[in-house]
């Protein structure tokens, strides 16, 4: 990236996002351009200050931007039930479902060995003490249908299953290798009416 080339590194900054390829970056790139800087001024902003205003939620580690979340302050959910997700975005997807009224806890990633991600690298046992501390009866396991999902659910049976709760696994609605993010509400809502015990 050369700062003599500022269309350049913008469009090389933002063909990193994921999703986002040179040509849409090059588009993105140009609508900011032909905006009011006042939206390029607030966009920057907001970026910049993304990292100091976003934090995990401090029961199910969400992103939010105080202790807790809005889901985890929600007095009409189902306590006794948490819905295990790989990211945030797999949250949202269920959420958009409107298929669960449970609890969630994000794991911010899948065991995956190969790559050097174990248990210690996972936020599992900030899991297993919301299960031994609330009155939880049931997780719901809703890792991606991919190797590295497969890895994490089991783990997540063996680990939780002796501390009495019922552990149980999101029905295959959602295609082997497939995203929660990118599924349909129809789907995500099978797969939830259709989980099973691990």
């Given at each position: 990236m050369s700062h003599d080339d500022p269309i350049g590194e913008l469009v090389a900054l933002l063909s990193r996002l994921p999703g986002i390829g040179e040509r849409t970056a090059t588009r993105l790139a140009h609508h900011v351009l032909s905006a009011d800087p006042a939206y390029a001024q607030a966009l920057g902003a907001s970026l910049a200050a993304v990292h100091a205003r976003v934090v995990k939620c401090e029961r199910c580690a969400n992103f939010c931007g105080g202790p807790l979340c809005r889901i985890c302050q929600d007095t009409t959910r189902d306590d006794a039930v948490v819905c295990v997700v790989a990211r945030v975005p797999d949250l949202g997807a269920i959420e958009k479902s409107a298929s669960f009224r449970g609890r969630?806890?994000?794991?911010?990633?899948?065991?995956?060995?190969?790559?050097?991600?174990?248990?210690?690298?996972?936020?599992?046992?900030?899991?297993?003490?919301?299960?031994?501390?609330?009155?939880?009866?049931?997780?719901?396991?809703?890792?991606?249908?991919?190797?590295?999902?497969?890895?994490?659910?089991?783990?997540?049976?063996?680990?939780?299953?002796?501390?009495?709760?019922?552990?149980?696994?999101?029905?295959?609605?959602?295609?082997?290798?497939?995203?929660?993010?990118?599924?349909?509400?129809?789907?995500?809502?099978?797969?939830?009416?259709?989980?099973?015990?691990?």
């Open positions: 969630y806890h994000v794991l911010h990633g899948l065991l995956a060995p190969l790559d050097g991600v174990g248990p210690d690298q996972l936020p599992l046992d900030a899991l297993v003490r919301r299960v031994e501390r609330e009155a939880i009866k049931e997780v719901v396991v809703a890792t991606p249908l991919s190797v590295e999902g497969e890895a994490t659910a089991l783990y997540l049976a063996e680990v939780l299953r002796p501390r009495g709760v019922r552990v149980s696994r999101i029905a295959s609605g959602i295609p082997h290798g497939g995203e929660l993010e990118y599924a349909d509400q129809v789907t995500v809502g099978r797969a939830f009416e259709g989980r099973r015990e691990l």
